[in-house]
């Protein structure tokens, strides 16, 4: 599904070539994939809230490169993790993106994925992506 109450940012120094302070926070119960019962069922798979954040220290931008991985902690269901997120920067004349995507498994935080009576169980792989929008002030 896809949640657009996504409350975030980071800081982007001047020159272009710094980033820190990256956060974003995810109210689990506003995902919607068209299905009501599959929403509320994700809220509470994953807990309230999923949060992406990097500590205040600086990762320089390479601009020469088109991909950076930047290690981030990622809280679900209460367990933090570091993991490592493949991003990308683009910087405009008013605003500076950064779009993100990691692959992780429900089970590194403790989540017991459901299943039906073996009809369908799901995947302990999950995609998790973010795309961020600042104005640079």
């Known amino acids: 599904g896809v949640n657009k109450s996504v409350v975030g940012g980071f800081e982007?120094?001047?020159?272009?070539?710094?980033?820190?302070?990256?956060?974003?926070t995810v109210d689990t119960k506003k995902f919607d994939s068209k299905s009501k019962k599959r929403d509320s069922d994700v809220a509470k798979l994953l807990g309230d809230?999923?949060?992406?954040?990097?500590?205040?220290?600086?990762?320089?931008?390479?601009?020469?490169?088109?991909?950076?991985?930047?290690?981030?902690?990622?809280?679900?269901?209460?367990?933090?993790?570091?993991?490592?997120?493949?991003?990308?920067?683009?910087?405009?004349?008013?605003?500076?993106?950064?779009?993100?995507?990691?692959?992780?498994?429900?089970?590194?935080f403790d989540i017991v994925r459901p299943s039906l009576l073996g009809i369908y169980t799901v995947s302990d792989e999950l995609e998790v992506k973010f795309d961020i929008t600042a104005l640079i002030k």
Not at 12 to 24: I, M
Not at 83 to 102: H, L, P, Q, Y
Request: no cysteine; glycine share 2%; hydrophobic share 35%.
């Open 49 to 108: 809230k999923i949060t992406i954040k990097r500590k205040a220290d600086l990762v320089r931008i390479d601009t020469s490169k088109e991909k950076l991985v930047i290690p981030l902690t990622l809280t679900i269901n209460n367990v933090s993790k570091e993991i490592n997120f493949d991003t990308s920067f683009t910087v405009e004349e008013k605003t500076a993106k950064i779009k993100g995507s990691a692959s992780i498994k429900l089970s590194d």
């Open 12 to 24: 982007f120094s001047s020159d272009g070539q710094k980033l820190s302070n990256l956060s974003a």
